[in-house]
């Protein structure tokens, strides 16, 4: 999840109503915060305790380490995450279930383009991309059955390949135009809050989409060379 250049810091940890699109969550959210049950509440943080799942945090970081990749703004590289993990992870974790933990920012890291320019990368910690790592294992199975047969980015066992497959196919069979599109700085520009709404639809989990909106808003650091 890439970045914005502002942080909500959201501390409060009781189970807030489902989020809407506009503004904000006012009075009216926390009337209906105060009225869950304790019954509504445990079911609703169910999807959490999943991601909080040691099978599932172990896969989460196994593939952390797969994929390598430089170090966030905490300076922690693959070769230290075993033993920072074992020294804060009890906290992290308890403040996953509460409701309560906060992402660092992202660290901006400005790459060029062989056609001039720079690409501007959001490189997270190892920790904060373990969590995102586990987030998507529990939530990606609960979204992939309404994706188009036509979709190939980002998909679990799809690839650019398939798609020029799926592209020549279309085109023997007498199809004339076939449509390549890149939406440019997507997760830069989308509307934070009409995301969350079209993610509350499947998702009764408050402090799952707390935590989503946080790594939206986490922020981003440059460091001067």
């Known amino acids: 999840m890439k970045a914005e250049d502002s942080r909500q810091a959201n501390t409060r940890t009781e189970e807030p109503a489902r989020i809407a699109g506009g503004a904000g969550l006012g009075a009216e959210a926390d009337v209906t915060t105060r009225l869950r049950t304790k019954a509504?509440?445990?079911q609703a943080s169910k999807l959490m305790d999943a991601v909080c799942e040691r099978g599932n945090l172990k896969l989460a970081y196994q593939r952390v380490l797969e994929n390598k990749g430089a170090a966030g703004v905490?300076?922690?590289g693959i070769a230290e995450l075993k033993d920072h993990l074992k020294q804060h992870w009890p906290t992290i974790k308890a403040k996953l279930l509460a409701g309560?933990?906060?992402p660092s920012p992202v660290r901006r890291v400005d790459i060029p383009k062989p056609q001039g320019g720079v690409r501007t990368l959001g490189i997270p910690t190892l920790t904060d991309r373990m969590i995102q790592q586990a987030l998507h294992q529990v939530l990606s199975p609960i979204f992939e059955a309404?994706?188009?047969e036509s979709s190939y980015g980002f998909r679990p066992g799809r690839n650019a390949h398939q798609a020029v497959k799926a592209a020549?196919?279309?085109v023997a069979?007498?199809?004339r135009i076939v449509v390549d599109m890149d939406l440019?700085?997507?997760f830069d520009r989308v509307n934070h809050d009409l995301l969350l709404e079209k993610l509350s639809k499947k998702i009764d989990d408050g402090q799952?989409?707390?935590l989503i909106r946080r790594y939206l808003e986490a922020g981003i650091r440059t460091f001067s060379p």
Do not use: M, T
């Open 40 to 42: 509504e509440l445990e």
């Open 74 to 76: 905490d300076g922690i």
């Open 100 to 102: 309560s933990y906060i």
């Open 146 to 148: 309404d994706f188009s």
């Open 168 to 170: 020549k196919q279309y």
């Open 173 to 175: 069979e007498g199809r």
């Open 184 to 186: 440019e700085k997507l």
């Open 208 to 210: 799952v989409l707390r």
